[in-house]
């Protein structure tokens, strides 16, 4: 029985009082019924993207005859047909929306296919020397999201750091390293290595269990509580301009102390026992489900509600034995459409694609706001790349998976005739979190918002 005071049973408390663990679905009794036209609980809607690189076997992506019909002078809707790479997603069809026709903004191939993926920019990727993008969506929803959250967003890859020579020819490194973008000059790295972001997420304490939480934060406050102390007495020893300087540094120190709080606030919440991994794992398929289960921790447990995860980086030439593949990915990609390397490309992405619907299975079996995590969620998947081969930036592989905390019609295969920019699909995106935005890098507007569904 709901109470009728109108305020909602905390979770956290209720989770205390029953000593009970994350897993519990949300009851009846945690959402507040309307009291004189207030709204009850409101769902959070949480957004992560998942680039996957060097382009896409198109003819196993875009169902049967409709790889050009975006060239006809109409947009059109039609229900979903999964392709062979998208046959995993066959148990979250309600909740898919494949998209055709949409363009990419970039410059220059590989290093502006992940370089303006997320950001829209249409001059990334053009030298070595001067880095400019432009404030990625990921980073644009942070600002607010994160006020919400211990870390504002998270930013993961499967590539460690990129090595000498293994970058576009011409380009900066950064460009195909990273998909997030914080300023127009500034990009994110992104953490292929478990153990620290593990180490961000929980601390450095070797496992998710209570005790070694609750030492962590207790570290952490006693270092604050000693920079305070320290900047009182500095702020007695300067002058007018310093104290600026000082309390500027103060309000950062406060951020921080703001996210300790958060943390305490969830220290009832038992998370499922996990220990520190040591390292990242030799065997790629064991990583990425390692990386996937602290994005699921990270998502179930609020410490974020912003997540970028690279399945691979721009010329990445790794192998892929257990997808029955042994050329390296990126000579493969480029076929010139002889169709036995097509059909051997498509071995990579659906084997990438297996991957993520292992980790939707596991989002939509986590209880959540009126549903499952995935029912909250807006998970903007494909790469920057269509038809490697010719280095195609047109009909970009894109799908959006997810409810979207109610804003998102899935089921559905949207084509547009007129080749929308890649951003006008991020401008519209930012609409489906009621944080609408002029333009994102190079858009021309937005893709109109029933083409996204919901509400």
């Not at 919440?269 to 990386?291: I, N, R, S, T, W």
């Not at 699921?296 to 399945?311: E, G, K, P, S, W």
């Not at 019609?409 to 991020?426: S, W």
């Amino acid at each position: 029985m709901r109470f009728l005071t109108g305020k909602a049973m905390s979770r956290r408390n209720l989770l205390r009082g029953l000593g009970a663990a994350v897993g519990l679905p949300f009851l009846d009794a945690m959402i507040p019924i309307s009291v004189k036209g207030q709204d009850p609980i409101k769902r959070p809607n949480r957004f992560q993207a998942i680039y996957v690189p060097n382009g896409m076997a198109m003819q196993y992506w875009t169902p049967s005859g409709q790889a050009g019909n975006f060239h006809t002078d109409k947009s059109f809707e039609e229900p979903l047909k999964l392709m062979p790479i998208l046959e995993p997603l066959e148990p979250f069809r309600d909740r898919v929306t494949q998209f055709s026709g949409v363009h990419a903004s970039w410059v220059d191939v590989h290093a502006g296919a992940s370089g303006s993926w997320l950001n829209g920019t249409d001059r990334g990727g053009e030298t070595e020397v001067d880095i400019f993008a432009d404030v990625s969506m990921d980073q644009l929803l942070a600002r607010e999201l994160g006020k919400e959250t211990q870390l504002a967003s998270l930013q993961m890859a499967m590539d460690a750091p990129a090595l000498a020579g293994s970058c576009s020819i011409g380009q900066s490194c950064v460009y195909t390293h990273t998909i997030s973008w914080l300023s127009p000059t500034q990009a994110l790295p992104m953490d292929y290595n478990p153990r620290t972001v593990f180490e961000r997420l929980f601390g450095d304490a070797g496992s998710t269990e209570r005790a070694a939480r609750e030492a962590r934060l207790h570290q952490q406050k006693s270092i604050l509580d000693s920079v305070m102390d320290d900047l009182a007495a500095v702020n007695k020893a300067v002058g007018p301009e310093d104290n600026i300087r000082v309390e500027q540094f103060a309000t950062s120190i406060r951020d921080v102390e703001r996210r300790i709080q958060l943390a305490e606030e969830q220290i009832d919440v038992e998370l499922p026992v996990m220990d520190q991994p040591q390292g990242a794992p030799v065997d790629y398929e064991e990583h990425v489900k390692l990386m996937m289960d602290l994005q699921l921790l990270a998502l179930q447990t609020d410490l974020t509600r912003v997540i970028t995860f690279m399945l691979g980086k721009e010329l990445s030439g790794r192998q892929y034995p257990q997808a029955g593949v042994t050329q390296a990915h990126h000579p493969l990609s480029h076929h010139n459409q002889t169709p036995e390397l097509v059909a051997t490309m498509s071995k990579i992405n659906l084997y990438h694609m297996g991957l993520f619907a292992w980790y939707l299975a596991k989002l939509d079996e986590t209880p959540d706001v009126d549903g499952s995590l995935l029912d909250n969620m807006t998970i903007l998947y494909g790469g920057g790349l269509s038809n490697s081969s010719g280095h195609a930036g047109d009909n970009l592989p894109l799908v959006v998976v997810g409810g979207g905390a109610g804003t998102l019609q899935g089921g559905r295969h949207l084509t547009y005739h007129d080749t929308p920019l890649m951003p006008n699909l991020l401008v519209a995106l930012m609409d489906k979190f009621n944080m609408p935005v002029p333009r994102i890098g190079a858009s021309t507007g937005k893709l109109p918002m029933e083409a996204l569904g919901g509400v």
